[in-house]
């Protein structure tokens, strides 16, 4: 079962003359553990299919299943609570709560879930050392680098048993080589934690770690590649 | 660049054989730039021609080659000299997105979409090398910066890409050519 599916999605703002168009039949599936990366030009609709994908918006036709639920059919409390729980965001700006340490910022989803403190906290412990952050968990984020800030915002995506991460240019604000750390670190996350990711980003080199690579323009999804699919084929052109 | 200058760099530390020249060559260039000892001695010959090496006697069959003054002198003003690039860029790439352009959009958007396609595979090949190649740390630091300068080119390949992409897509139906370009279908995995 995918993690996500799109089908014949269309996404319009305003209406009449004014009427926008943001993505214009959009159709596509994430497997479980897969990376999707997208690319395209701004304002070519990658970002609406981030908040498409996560509940934030709804669709103008078409449909969207998250987890094999279709979003139509649930009420405001049930997809809050999809979100809640299966569906992780990582941003470019990082988001975290300043007045939070970094174990309670990483806690926070799961108590607003309703977890008791114990388990948040053994689940939040666990989730950041899968991001590499095992000390000085008691500190606030202006202590972290922007590195280690932009971690602790994925062990707080993907603590609990999420399954997918929504990532919108999540090394915008950082350093090459951190932003390289950031990336190999979210790459991992299919195997260790079988979290499927959809990844927005400008950048060549991050979208060729992805499973596929989707392009955009004008809202409309123009080619779906497999860079590691393409690299076996020069590998077997050789 | 040509061999001549970089075995005239290589001597600048003192003397080698004409095999010791050509290891040194392919350590320094990180493995990409391989020689035969043949295009070594033919090259030497030549410089010592031009004066700018001189052999030592022959030791058991092989000479020792040192740079003299004036070949000194070339390697200082090579280092200084800007490696020359004639504009307009006439890699095949280019020349293929810009006959693209002379037919109708779609089809050039299409051949666009096609070769960053490719190229992102090759990043990935690239990357992936590069990862093995940091694990391995055999190679050394030139091996390291070789696969980087491939990385960092496919990505400009890329942006270029993208860049045409967003100017055909703003511009319209691009060209004035009523005449369509001869193309075929793409087939996937073509690097062509």
Redesign the interface.
């Known amino acids: 079962m995918s993690v996500v599916d799109f089908v014949d999605v269309v996404k319009s703002y305003g209406s009449g003359p004014t009427e926008v168009r943001a993505l214009t039949d959009v159709s596509l599936s994430v497997a479980p553990g897969e990376i999707i990366a997208v690319r395209g030009p701004s304002g070519c609709g990658k970002s609406t299919l981030l908040h498409l994908a996560g509940g934030l918006e709804d669709p103008s036709a078409g449909r969207i299943a998250v987890g094999g639920r279709d979003l139509a059919t649930l009420d405001a409390g049930e997809r809050a609570e999809l979100r809640r729980r299966h569906v992780g965001y990582v941003f470019q700006r990082l988001n975290l709560v300043a007045g939070l340490t970094a174990m309670e910022n990483v806690m926070l989803p799961l108590e607003l879930d309703g977890t008791g403190a114990r388990e948040a906290r053994a689940q939040a412990r666990e989730s950041l050392a899968s991001v590499g952050l095992d000390h000085h968990l008691d500190r606030y984020p202006d202590d972290f680098s922007g590195g280690q800030q932009q971690r602790i915002a994925i062990a707080r995506a993907v603590v609990g048993a999420r399954s997918l991460l929504l990532a919108d240019e999540p090394t915008g604000a950082l350093d090459s080589r951190t932003g390289e750390a950031v990336i190999e670190l979210l790459a991992s996350l299919p195997s260790v934690r079988g979290t499927s990711v959809i990844l927005v980003t400008h950048e060549p080199r991050y979208a060729a770690c992805a499973d596929r690579v989707v392009s955009m323009r004008d809202g409309r999804i123009v080619g779906v590649t497999d860079p590691l699919g393409h690299d076996q084929q020069l590998e077997a052109a050789r | 660049m040509a061999v001549r200058e970089g075995l005239l760099v290589l001597l600048t530390d003192g003397p080698l054989h004409g095999y010791g020249l050509k290891s040194s060559f392919e350590h320094a260039t990180g493995g990409v730039w391989p020689l035969n000892v043949g295009q070594v001695y033919t090259t030497l010959e030549r410089l010592e021609r031009d004066g700018f090496v001189e052999a030592s006697q022959a030791d058991e069959g092989q000479r020792a080659w040192r740079l003299t003054d004036r070949g000194r002198e070339e390697v200082g003003e090579w280092w200084w000299a800007i490696p020359g690039e004639e504009p307009p860029p006439r890699d095949e790439l280019v020349l293929k997105i810009l006959l693209s352009l002379a037919g109708d959009r779609d089809h050039a958007?299409e051949v666009i979409?096609h070769h960053?396609?490719?190229?992102?595979?090759?990043?990935?090949?690239r990357?992936?090398q590069a990862k093995g190649r940091r694990r391995a740390d055999a190679d050394g630091l030139a091996s390291e910066l070789v696969v980087d300068v491939l990385?960092l080119r496919?990505?400009a390949d890329?942006?270029w890409l993208?860049l045409c992409?967003?100017r055909v897509?703003n511009a319209g139906a691009p060209g004035d050519s009523t005449e369509p370009v001869v193309r075929h279908r793409k087939r996937?995995?073509d690097?062509r």
Do not use: F, P, Y
């Open positions: 958007l979409g960053r396609d490719a190229l992102l595979g090759l990043l990935a090949q990357r992936r990385v496919a990505e890329i942006r993208d992409e967003e897509t996937r995995g690097r």
